[in-house]
């Protein structure tokens, strides 16, 4: 593994891969990184190879599969970005056992989802998708029935966290009543109300929209029994996680009329491409909108995305900051001026810390500031010393037992 010491910033070569927004490239340019390799697509394995053998840094989507053995390969590499939500597609143990700490985008899409449901909401509630489908067919439905305005209604959100508070904000500025169940006290955004159980929302809510994990307490969460309470005639919203839903059993609420009509973006079983059929019992049922999983999918989520992991990657590169690593011990660190400062990465094993110490110690170097970070697999100390005498002490640092990697940084 090279542990070399760190260069000037537009010697550091990032590749860039599967179309990753403008946003990113232009991000590393301002930044300094103008050694910026940027592919339209997933590459084969070989070529992935190869274009990673000489990358100190590289960000991917969700095609690129950067498994232990490619991971194994890379010598400079020293931190990941993955341009999207997910981090499935990094085997995320080998890279922090290498060293490699990996970044994510997990709100940067917060606002689009939000929009969508705020835009489903009046669809479901005037029956839009029906009719605009009977008017494509040469069909005309013009009709008061069963169509409603949003404001005065009262929407339920089930799990308050990012996308949900947003949801709030924009349902109140719409003139609706906003009451939230979430498992964790929250702030409530505006008059918005924390009830304290999901039954009590659900019998109050004219529409109730979900924005909590996949997890096991929320698997099935609207199940049969908790369709049955909701009031009827409310409309139910999933943009969260297809396991969350019962499926089936919506279906059948939605043909009884007691659920007057539901909008779902994620399913159980989701289509791998766009080449392949959607399957769902969902299908063909009156007032129902079904969308393929495009909730965060908007152009201003990619920039942000774009914008968020590139900043990560910088931030990282610059001055060790890692948090919001999803592998990797967490440090918020601010510029190192007048100073070199050490990145030390380690196993997490008695002693090292110590040992580091002593090297810093036995050496004519002034300690400016040391933190430390450990996860049950890692340590991350971070030290910053007076310029002089960084270069004399890499080779010690590099010689304690259990070092995985040390940088320097000028
Ligand atoms: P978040 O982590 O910010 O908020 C989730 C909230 O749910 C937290 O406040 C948490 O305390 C609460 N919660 C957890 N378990 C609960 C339970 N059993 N009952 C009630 N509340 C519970 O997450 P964020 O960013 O708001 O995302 C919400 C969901 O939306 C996630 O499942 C995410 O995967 C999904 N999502 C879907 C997208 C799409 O394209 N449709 C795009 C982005 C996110």
């Not at 590459?43 to 990358?55: H, I, Y």
């Not at 918005?192 to 307490?217: C, M, R």
């Not at 399913?267 to 791998?272: A, D, I, Y």
């Amino acid at each position: 593994m090279d542990h070399r010491l760190s260069f000037p910033k537009e010697k550091i070569k990032v590749v860039l891969l599967e179309g990753i927004h403008q946003s990113a490239v232009d991000y590393l340019h301002r930044s300094g990184y103008t050694n910026v390799v940027h592919h339209a697509r997933a590459l084969p394995l070989d070529e992935l190879r190869a274009e990673l053998a000489t990358a100190y840094l590289v960000g991917i989507r969700s095609r690129t599969q950067l498994t232990a053995d490619v991971l194994a390969d890379t010598e400079r590499l020293f931190a990941v970005g993955c341009f999207c939500i997910g981090t499935n597609q990094v085997d995320l143990d080998a890279a922090g056992q290498q060293g490699i700490p990996v970044f994510n985008a997990p709100h940067s899409n917060t606002r689009s989802v939000a929009e969508l449901v705020i835009a489903e909401s009046i669809m479901l509630l005037r029956g839009l998708g029906d009719k605009n489908g009977a008017a494509h067919r040469g069909g005309w439905q013009k009709s008061a029935r069963q169509s409603y305005e949003l404001r005065s209604k009262t929407m339920g959100i089930v799990g308050y966290g990012h996308i949900g508070s947003q949801v709030s904000i924009l349902a109140e500025a719409l003139g609706m009543r906003v009451i939230y169940h979430d498992i964790v006290p929250r702030l409530a955004m505006g008059n918005a109300q924390q009830l304290g159980s999901l039954t009590e929302l659900l019998t109050e809510a004219d529409i109730v929209t979900l924005h909590v994990p996949q997890d096991p307490s929320t698997h099935n969460l609207i199940n049969r029994d908790r369709l049955a309470e909701m009031r009827p005639g409310s409309y139910l919203i999933n943009a969260s996680r297809g396991t969350v839903v019962d499926v089936d059993a919506l279906a059948d609420a939605v043909r009884s009329g007691h659920v007057a009509g539901a909008a779902v973006d994620v399913f159980p079983r989701e289509p791998k491409s766009n080449d392949e059929t959607f399957e769902s019992p969902l299908r063909g049922l009156p007032n129902v909108i079904l969308t393929p999983h495009i909730g965060g999918s908007t152009v201003e989520a990619q920039r942000n995305i774009g914008q968020e992991v590139a900043s990560k990657l910088v931030n990282y590169s610059d001055q060790g900051t890692t948090m919001s690593a999803v592998n990797f011990p967490q440090l918020s660190l601010s510029a190192h001026k007048d100073a070199h400062r050490l990145l030390h990465i380690h196993h997490n094993q008695p002693g090292v810390l110590a040992a580091v110490n002593r090297v810093l110690t036995g050496s004519e170097a002034n300690i400016l500031g040391q933190h430390l970070q450990t996860d049950p697999q890692l340590g991350y100390v971070v030290t910053d010393v007076d310029r002089e005498h960084a270069d004399n002490l890499r080779g010690d640092l590099l010689a304690i037992p259990g070092t995985i990697r040390c940088r320097i940084l000028y």
